[in-house]
Each structure stands twice: as structure tokens, then as C-alpha cells.
């Protein structure tokens, strides 16, 4: 299937599931984008309005799953995928597993200059490529060179919210992939929607979890959760990140997360796996199920 086709498989699916949502709302075949909520019909294929959506970012090893309009797609590049990318180098680089060299500023003896990181085996290594410093840099390096020099790494920055945003937004992604417009037009949503749209402020305490285990970022999940009771409603796992969100009109959930997901306790979490979506069903395989 080519990518035009796809693209307008993926419109028809989308547009036959609002138009079951919200039957006689739009007289053409229409798609809403699932966070802006605006309508497109299929002419914005063609002029790009509409474009294909990686999740999760296609920089942290996502698939494209669904379509959303261009504004929110190249926001989510410019303002929070690159923070989640930073962040996942960081995080492998901290634990000893770069999958390549980790580019960090490093202050030696007074000097700051451009340097990458190497792990193996559990050790670490540091170069300083020509390439990435001013002329004349390695000569003065050596003159330094000695034993006693202090040395100062510091790793590429990033917004840990941002980050943090950039996955609650894939994990809503995925949820509209599997379920549809139900999960859309959900006012326990609305808060998640304005999360993703105005990422520099954060509007909910907690809505991303880390994983007690260091799992890698190939698992994907939609789980169920099933208990605590105040943590019912939806979780999607990428790799190490949990991803909470409501179930369908439970308006207090962000609530009841910050009041007890917070506790020093230890809590006990029963899931239900549900599946991950491969490609957007929108829900209407279950619906013409029953």
C-alpha cells in the first residue's frame, strides 16, 4: 500500500467513526483531528493539512499509527518529541547503555569544550572530536593533561515536563487509535488535550509514571487498570514511562492521582493487558462486534 493510500485508508476509518460518534454533523466525510479537534475533509490529504502521526516520535523508534493535523504534529517535533529523545539519550546514558555516543559538554581544568560519552560493558569513556571544538583545542587539553585536573560533565538539557508531555500525548494517541472518537470527545479528556497543547505549564500534578523495572522502550501497552480503586482508568507503557489517563467522563481522576500516587508507600497496581495498536481501528471493530 503506498503512502497516499494509506493516509486515505486511515481518513476513511477516522471519518466513519466520528460520523457513528456524531451521526449528520458533516455532510462530507470528515476527519477530526483527535487533538485539536478540527475537521478536515479528504482535500487536506492532498495539501497536507493532514499528515501522519509516529507513536511514540518516530526519534524514540515509533511507528506511524494515525493522522493528525500539521499545526499539533510539527508542534510536537519542535517542543516535546526532541525533549523526550534528550531525555531517553540521558536516561540510557546514565545507566551505562548509550546506543551510540552520547554528546555532553565537558569542563576540564577550567576549559569547556564539546565532547561524547562511550559506555561499555558498564565503563565509560570520554572523547573530544576535533570536529566538534575550535581549532587548537586538543593542544591545550594536553597541556592539562595531568593528573589532579577536575572534570565537569554536563549532558545535553532538556524540559523534563516537555518530555514527559511528549509521552501522555503518545499514550493518548494510542488510546484514540484503539478506542476512537469516544475517547476524543470525552470532557475527562479536556485536560489532557490542553496538557498536550500548552506544554509550558503543567496542568495536572502527575500524569506520568516511571516504571519500578527498567524496561525497555520496544514494550508497548494498553493496560486496564484494575485496581487501586482511586487509579482506575487507563495506563500506556513505553518501555520504562507509564502513562495515565481517565476512563470514560471520570472527571477526578488527575485528582485522586495526585492525592495518592504520590505516597511513599508502596502501591500495588492490577492491570488488564488490552493490546497495542498496530494500525487505527478507531474502535469500530468493536462496535460492529456488538
Sequence with gaps: MSVQEKKRDWFDLGAKAYSQVCPGIYAAPTYVCPIWRMPFTVEALDDGRLSKEHVPPKSVGGHELL??????????????DADAKTKEDVRLAMTGR??????????IGGITVNGQLH??????????????NRPGTSEELQRLGRAGTSLTVEHERYSELGARISWLRAGYLALVAMDGYKIVLDPAMDI???????CDERRMLTFVADAQEDFPLTIRRVLRVLEPAWHL???????????????????????????????PTVQHTTYEYVGWPTTP????????AT
Aim: aromatic letters at 8%.
Design 98 to 107: 548509550p546506543d551510540r555516543p552520547h554528546r555532553i559538554k565537558a569542563t
Design 67 to 80: 493522522l493528525t493535523c500539521k499545526e499539533c504534529n510539527n508542534t510536537a517535533g519542535t517542543m516535546l
Design 233 to 263: 482508568g487507563w495506563t500506556v507503557q513505553f518501555g520504562p514511562y507509564l502513562v495515565n489517563l481517565p476512563s470514560r467522563g471520570d472527571m477526578t481522576f488527575y485528582e485522586r492521582l495526585a492525592n495518592n500516587g504520590l505516597s
Design 281 to 288: 481501528t478507531f474502535g469500530l471493530l468493536q462496535n460492529e
Design 119 to 132: 559506555a561499555k560493558d558498564g565503563s565509560y569513556s570520554l572523547t573530544i572530536p576535533k570536529h566538534l
Design 192 to 198: 489532557v488535550r490542553t496538557q498536550i497543547r500548552e
